[in-house]
């Protein structure tokens, strides 16, 4: 079960990141301009960051598994729709399409994992996810561009939409057995915490905080990292390529190491606060450290710093969400995430706008790293201050 979510994440990036991969031929036969286009990569996040709410009321409500696949569905036949669009009407609507069904995927993942892991296993089976989505953009951009250039873009986004649709035959086999035992294993009752109790908790408003420092970094690095080496460190494409995408590479790496080695320790006894709480604010805070980058002229420092950086943000990203489902408890998974997630995916729209303005007002890059850093500082002192501590909150509805 497991595998079929990382691998469903893996997808879920892939068609997150295809439009920027194809975009030089979309633009040329379609005569988009910059702006035109520039609305295009942003609109993917104009429904996905609305619908997060409503997202978490569905997989709270109905069946998570059910809900997840219908979703699925939605998103991979919007990408093949779009190796079929004419004009830019089209692939906006496409876009948006896509954004919705993608909108369910963090929710569900969330439910189903609190519901499925005990603590001593919960960071690590989230760090698998996380490196899942660090892989999409990885393999998105390297062998996305080979297809694109050897096939053409409309093959590119025919093969993705209808080739991940095969990945709900196994789904569908799992879910609806897996999802009777579950239910009796939990004894999940009918009700779950109404949105205006959850909002209540100050614990909730932390993580969406760190959840946004988070993201931010993210962020930044998917959108303007390539120009960032390229304009100011006059990279050549070829080595953007390499070095630019090396990143995600790190971050997985150490989101898997990271999330087993807190499970360990928590199954030794260790305090769980303590524990969720120490990797996720050290990452967050140690990440910070991007602001050096562009201040080493040397390019093994810079780009050591860089992958350092990287390192230390999947140590936060590995309890990132054992931390939400920790608090949560299955009944208020999917409304707490969804929250949660509308939060931090706000910066996939702020990041890459203030980014641009600072670029664009000072022709240098240094202050939008120093940005980049505050904000990862304060979501470090999110956690510290704000949650404090990890352990399930008490809701109305589990009370007898």
Excluded at 276 to 305: N, Y
């Amino acid at each position: 079960m497991l595998a079929l979510l990382v691998l469903s994440v893996w997808i879920n990036y892939i068609d997150r990141a295809n439009l920027s991969v194809a975009a030089p031929q979309i633009r040329g036969e379609l005569g988009l301009s910059p702006a035109a286009l520039g609305i295009l990569l942003s609109a993917f996040f104009w429904t996905y960051a609305a619908l997060q709410i409503p997202a978490g009321w569905l997989v709270d409500r109905f069946n998570v598994s059910w809900t997840f696949a219908i979703c699925y569905a939605v998103w991979s036949l919007s990408t093949a729709a779009t190796g079929l669009v004419t004009s830019f009407a089209m692939l906006l609507a496409f876009r948006l399409i896509l954004g919705v069904g993608e909108s369910v995927a963090y929710p569900a993942y969330s439910n189903i994992l609190a519901n499925h892991f005990p603590q001593g296993r919960l960071a690590l089976a989230n760090a698998l996810i996380d490196a899942g989505s660090k892989m999409g953009p990885f393999l998105g951009t390297l062998v996305g561009a080979l297809l694109v250039d050897k096939l053409g873009w409309r093959v590119f986004f025919l093969s993705l939409g209808l080739g991940g649709v095969l990945w709900l035959i196994p789904w569908a086999f799992w879910a609806p057995r897996k999802e009777t035992r579950m239910a009796h294993a939990v004894k999940r009752g009918a009700a779950s915490p109404s949105l205006l109790e959850i909002v209540r908790v100050r614990g909730l408003w932390g993580c969406s905080l760190a959840h946004f420092g988070g993201n931010y970094f993210w962020y930044f690095l998917v959108t303007w990292l390539p120009s960032y080496l390229v304009e100011e460190r006059k990279f050549s494409m070829q080595h953007m390529a390499v070095l630019g995408s090396m990143p995600f590479i790190v971050i997985a790496a150490s989101a898997i190491t990271a999330g087993w080695l807190s499970d360990r320790w928590i199954r030794r006894g260790g305090s769980v606060s303590k524990i969720r709480l120490g990797f996720a604010a050290t990452g967050l805070a140690g990440a910070s450290i991007i602001v050096l980058v562009p201040l080493l002229t040397t390019e093994w420092k810079a780009m050591f710093v860089l992958h350092l950086a990287g390192f230390l943000y999947g140590i936060y990203s590995s309890n990132l969400w054992a931390i939400t489902q920790t608090l949560t408890g299955p009944s208020a998974a999917g409304k707490w995430s969804g929250f949660q997630n509308c939060a931090g995916n706000m910066s996939g729209v702020i990041a890459p706008a203030v980014t641009g303005f600072i670029v664009g007002a000072t022709g240098k890059f240094y202050l939008a790293f120093v940005a980049c850093a505050v904000v990862l500082l304060i979501g470090s002192m999110s956690y510290l201050f704000i949650v404090r501590k990890v352990e399930p909150v008490r809701w109305s509805t589990d009370r007898t």
